[in-house]
């Protein structure tokens, strides 16, 4: 399991929208356009194809970083920070 | 059947397939063909029949596997079948077809001698690996590439990238997602959890999470779930635990396939080793005794209390003797004495003056079954309480309640349990009982005699209930992990801990003291 940061832009609002809906079945929206995942080395795969299936690659650019537990650990979020924290294991409501 | 392919593939990745739950199938298509058993395989066999008559068994791979110079599993595979279908219809199956992915490419393989006596060796060695649950060295070749299991099995195996790459256990972690809002819904949109709740005829949305990050959701009191986020859920091997509000277990839902079996044949195999059980056993007794100490000093200083003093002595003066026993029947007589020693002091721990002029209560001593006064009547009361909330988590960690180390097993007992829970006698129900009737939160109005007893009334049961509630919130810190969790949390913390010790070779169990 691990931390990946992935990034995208797209030149299509059709298709950036379809990505963006992937990408939230994966993980957390960080900014407009960048999302932190925490993936089984399975998951990645299967989002790496999803997402080439949308994408163009004429037009359209991703990325994909891998983190490591130093650089997951030393995330900061200042600002409006939205949603869940990836980096627990255990939510209540 | 499918296990075949992962094991031909890799012993190890067969092993980890076995534990962990299948991945994404492999080899045979869907569950089609007809069903056969024999030698203890079973599985949907698809055939065809060639120009004699005689059938000829036929699988479909994803992708074509890199060819080597060791057996191919697809090819083993076609012998483990003609084998089941030999044994089922008598018939002898001299070939196989194995069609390759979307390309529809087929080869034909013939399953001659030397093909069949390599399945019976794999046979034997699979064989091998499930009896003795142990994981089998990797392959380390040409094959490791292209295996889903790489991230987990690390076959280069340096020690500091497996730190690095493997920052957590192949057994799953427990993530766990808690939904205790009376009302709450747990939905699903897409392959996200949602979690709702209306109020005043507004839905309104407490929490939004992939479900791939969740590995277990524990449902607490009233709280509803969608038929459509369940399974997905189960399809992504989530468990499902629903808990009372008075934190009873009630049930689980959970795949056939769970990622815990390793965890529980470790917990049988550590009770069936005396050489682990022992320490074990000791452990759950030191937490006791230290337990009982504390709360014994706690309140000989706030009384000024000598003889308070001097049982607690006592009491850590056997905990100096703990190391030296060499029996489990030896634990349990020290234990059992400082048991002894704590409860004939019992009494000076409660404060009459808060029912005076009444000299109320008075502590006979421990007694059950039946207890003879109320506060035997008030601690029987919240052992069982405190007992189903450990029975729970034992449960939620992936162990069997009932099978222990300290408590022998016997019909009904939940030992794994009851060992749990003489480390939070003393600081949870002890405590509280002295602090109901210390505190005149219990009245002789709140008891009641029948069938040869005392027992809490139906007013009492609600003051004792109302004040478990609340205790169980308080939060402290705990020892090993360091975070700040409230008592029912510590609980389930606990037996976490001792799961990891019972997979850990090497890990010691600490317990709770407080």
Known sequence: ?93 | MAWVYEFAYCLRRGYYAWVEGPGEPVALSSGEGTWMAADGWCGPVQFIRDGHGSPVPVIRLAHVAESDTAERPEHLMLAALARLIEAETGQSVARGIVQYGPTGRQEVVTLDERLRAAWQRLDAEIRAVIHEGRLPAPRADQRCPACPRLEVCNPSGAAETAAQLNVLPPVRQARTLYVDEIGAVVRRDGRQLVVTVSRNGTRRELLRLPALLVDQVVLVGPVQITSQALRLLLRQNVDIVYLSTEGRFEGRLATEFHPHVALRLAQYEAARDPQRALPLARQFVRGKLQNMARLLRHYAQDYRNSTLEATAAAIESDLQHLSELKSPDAVRGLEGAATRRYFSVFNEMLRPEAHEPIDWPVFPGRNRRPPTDPVNATLGYLYALLLGNLVTACAVAGLDPYVGYLHTPAYGRPSLALDLMEEFRAPIADRLTLHLFNRGKLRPRHFEERSGGVYLNEEGRAVVLAAWQEWRQQVSRHPVLGLEMSQMRHFEAQARLLARTLQEPGAEYTPFVA
């Open chain 1, 1 to 93: 399991m691990a931390f990946w940061l992935i990034g995208y832009d797209i030149a299509d609002p059709r298709r950036l929208q379809r990505v963006a809906r992937l990408l939230e079945d994966y993980g957390q929206r960080l900014q407009y356009s960048v999302f932190l995942c925490r993936l089984e080395a399975e998951a990645i795969r299967q989002l790496r194809r999803g997402l080439l299936r949308i994408v163009d690659l004429e037009e359209d650019r991703l990325f994909f970083l891998r983190l490591c537990q130093g650089c997951i650990e030393a995330l900061e979020q200042i600002g409006q920070g939205k949603g869940v924290d990836l980096r627990q294991n255990h939510w209540i409501v």
